[in-house]
């Protein structure tokens, strides 16, 4: 399974951003896998953002981006996405995509099967 992250950019504050995840697999779907973001601050410990079930919708966020951010995913285009809006300086990290075998344990790094390479997000004030 291979995975990468784009749309990472350079935002002011309150603007709004999307992120792309693209899945890259060869002997099982997309949907197979639970899916979600992870992001690291400088200086920061990377940290949980927001997973997504495989074939469900069940969704879990962190507290810090509960109500501004977004998580999608489409099986068939094998990409997952996080719509990011009302960006905060305190968002600023580099945000990597991640995918596990259940959707309950990627709230935590221990629960993540894959990783994906970075993109960064930074939040001007």
């Known amino acids: 399974v291979q995975l990468q992250a784009f749309g990472g950019g350079l935002v002011k504050t309150g603007a709004s951003l999307r992120l792309s995840c693209a899945a890259s697999l060869r002997t099982f779907g997309f949907g197979a896998l639970a899916a979600g973001w992870f992001r690291q601050g400088p200086g920061k410990e990377r940290e949980f953002v927001a997973a997504?079930?495989?074939?469900?919708?069940?969704?879990y966020y962190s507290e810090s981006v509960s109500g501004r951010f977004t998580i999608s995913r489409d099986n068939g285009l094998s990409t997952m996405w996080l719509q990011m809006n009302d960006l905060k300086p305190e968002d600023t990290a580099v945000y990597y995509c991640a995918a596990g075998w259940d959707v309950g344990p990627m709230r935590r790094s221990s629960g993540v099967a894959y990783w994906g390479q970075g993109t960064q997000v930074t939040v001007s004030s």
């Open positions: 997504m079930a495989g074939r469900s919708s069940t969704t």
